[in-house]
T-cell receptor, first 115, second 112 residues
Framework: DAGITQSPRHKVTETGTPVTLRCHQT?????MYWYRQDPGHGLRLIHY???????DKGEVSDGYSVSRSKTEDFLLTLESATSSQTSVYFC??????????????FGPGTRLLVL | QKEVEQNSGPLSVPEGAIASLNCTYS??????FFWYRQYSGKSPELIMS????GDKEDGRFTAQLNKASQYVSLLIRDSQPSDSATYLC????????????FGAGTRLAVHP
């Protein structure tokens, strides 16, 4: 499981409330990612990080922010949750086979329901 | 818009048969391709990675890449009921080798 944990694993919240999801890894990986998975859309990249305090936007970043103050933790925040953000959220890390060949491994996921 | 396309299925095959899963991608700059297996309610699990044209075999799994045709496939030999899952194809390497684009997945059902 590449030493990845996510918390909480399940969360129900109300529209308009802030929500923070945590991804924690124990193997000192530099690259970390947040994806969401919705039926019919596969996995879509929200944000990613290439080091402490270094982050960038992915394909579906609107309404989300991230922070990485320590190598091991990558936080995803929904500033004001909306029903369209109901989804399963996966964190991932990269392991590099060579300098240019990397493979991503996923955490167990967080199921978020926004009412 | 970079895309990875997969037939959503379900693809139904009898136990012991070869399951063939296909994927096409739009970004000619993609350099790396991956197949993930995902059981219902679980996280994606890496099965195969492939970076060069041709075939790559690992046990019962063979990944095939044809960059000229922008086509990736996964063959599962001697399919087992435990192979029943959704298989996700992903491509990356263009515009940042760590930005993967995923297909929506193909659901495979292996029946006894």
């Amino acid at each position: 499981d590449a030493g990845i944990t996510q918390s909480p694993r399940h969360k129900v919240t109300e529209t308009g409330t802030p929500v923070t999801l945590r991804c924690h890894q124990t193997e000192n990986h530099r690259y970390m990612y947040w994806y969401r998975q919705d039926p019919g859309h596969g996995l879509r990249l929200i944000h990613y990080s290439y080091g402490v305090k270094d982050t960038d936007k992915g394909e579906v970043s609107d309404g989300y922010s991230v922070s990485r103050s320590k190598t091991e933790d990558f936080l995803l925040t929904l500033e004001s949750a909306t029903s369209s953000q109901t989804s399963v959220y996966f964190c991932a890390i990269s392991e590099f086979v060579t300098q240019y060949q990397e493979t991503q491994y996923f955490g167990p996921g967080t199921r978020l329901l926004v009412l | 818009q970079k895309e990875v396309e997969q037939n959503s299925g379900p693809l139904s095959v009898p136990e012991g048969a070869i399951a063939s899963l296909n994927c096409t991608y739009s970004d000619r700059g993609s350099q790396s391709f991956f197949w993930y297996r995902q059981y219902s309610g679980k996280s994606p699990e890496l099965i195969m990675s492939i970076y060069s044209n041709g075939d790559k075999e690992d046990g019962r799994f063979t990944a095939q890449l044809n960059k000229a045709s922008q086509y990736v496939s996964l063959l599962i030999r001697d399919s087992q009921p435990s192979d029943s899952a959704t298989y996700l194809c992903a491509g990356g390497g263009s515009g940042g080798y760590n930005k993967l684009i995923f297909g929506a997945g193909t659901r495979l059902a292996v029946h006894p």
